[in-house]
């Protein structure tokens, strides 16, 4: 029976690492995104940076497809594709979204405090 408790335990343990450790991806990804973005008012993101931008969202949809990162990832995404005038890439990034509302502020449920 102590052997069924330690495994139990050391398997619950190890997935919430890995848990964290996906978690943190996800934010890593996300965060480089948001510096890529902050211009200052008025100047526009360099052609590189959106690149960038889309090449990262389409990781964290690909990756992380339930956080909510990749879903503010893509909203990011959208507006380079708009940028850009790619519409139709715009409308991929955006119905994305609707199509997997998995977590956060885009799940249609109430989030609660």
């Known amino acids: 029976a102590a052997v069924a408790v330690f495994a139990g335990v050391t398997g619950w343990l190890a997935w919430e690492n890995s848990t964290a450790s996906q978690a943190e991806t996800a934010s890593d990804l996300y965060e480089e995104i948001l510096s890529l973005s902050l211009m200052e008012e008025g100047a526009e993101i360099a052609d590189a940076d959106s690149a960038r931008i889309i090449t990262l969202a389409e990781q964290l949809r690909a990756d992380h497809p339930a956080s909510v990162y990749a879903k503010f990832a893509s909203l990011f995404s959208a507006q ?16 994305w979204i609707l199509d997997n509302p998995g977590l956060g502020v885009m799940a249609g449920g109430d989030e609660g405090p």
């Open 80 to 95: 380079q594709q708009v940028s850009a005038e790619d519409l139709a890439a715009a409308e991929a990034d955006l119905q």
